[in-house]
């Protein structure tokens, strides 16, 4: 499913400063804007006043924020596409916008491991670049997962399973489970998993790419202590 995820309307707003140049910084902070994505209309450029008291006069501008006219898909679609044909990569890009978050899904033409990589890899590196480009390109931060060849909905699906398993073998065994070592996104979706199992606790441990998310019985987790273990949390 794809939209457009479009929003025609424009944020305006009135500043007063000392200066033009401090009324409009005053503006962009307010906006969260670049001087490059807004129109500026001087609505009075102020006066100094004699010694700068008598007299003075602040400046008062209008600033007027453009919002692009192409939405989070197109622009993850654009990316893609130029990343695609860098790769000589025929593929097709699919979309789902739920609230604020955007899942975005690409399927190719049997190379989806090279995009995947090890463990994920070259996904998660292509998944921080194009949501740093989608999100400058929007004027702000934007909630966006990208996927090849639903790769990460299986993967969670397989890590949800697994950790399900993992309690109940803590619930009978009395003892922590550790999971193997996963990125900081696996983790989450382990934690997120067993957040309503009733008796178990889940904290990381480890360090860099050895993190791993261990499983107890309820009582039985360690608090965060010399060795840099966090329950419930990662």
């Known amino acids: 499913m794809r939209g457009s995820g479009r929003d025609e309307r424009k ?67 654009e990316v893609a596409r130029y990343i695609m044909e860098c790769l000589d990569i025929s593929y097709r890009l699919f979309a789902e916008s739920d609230d604020d978050a955007t899942y975005i899904n690409i399927e190719t033409a049997g190379v989806d491991g090279l995009l995947i990589g090890r463990k994920g890899d070259t996904l998660n590196s292509l998944q921080h670049l194009v949501g740093r480009i989608v999100s400058r390109k929007m004027g702000g931060y934007q909630r966006l997962t990208l996927d090849v060849g639903g790769y990460l909905k299986n993967r969670q699906e397989i890590l949800r399973q697994k950790a399900v398993k993992a309690a109940e073998r803590a619930r009978r065994s009395n003892r922590e489970v550790q999971m193997e070592p996963m990125n900081a996104s696996e983790r989450r979706s382990v934690h997120v998993a067993l957040t309503d199992e009733e008796g178990i606790t889940t904290y990381t441990t480890g360090n860099g790419d050895m993190r791993k998310v261990c499983i107890a019985p309820a009582g039985k987790g360690r608090e965060r202590r010399g060795g840099g273990r966090y329950r419930n949390r990662d």
């Open 11 to 77: 944020a305006v707003i009135e500043t007063t400063g000392k200066s033009v140049e401090k009324a409009l910084a005053k503006a962009l902070k307010s906006l969260d804007a670049r001087v490059e994505n807004v129109e500026i209309e001087i609505l009075d450029a102020g006066q100094k006043g004699v010694l700068n008291i008598f007299g003075a006069r602040d400046a008062r501008i209008r600033v007027t924020k453009n919002n692009d006219s192409k939405g989070i898909e197109e622009i993850a679609d």
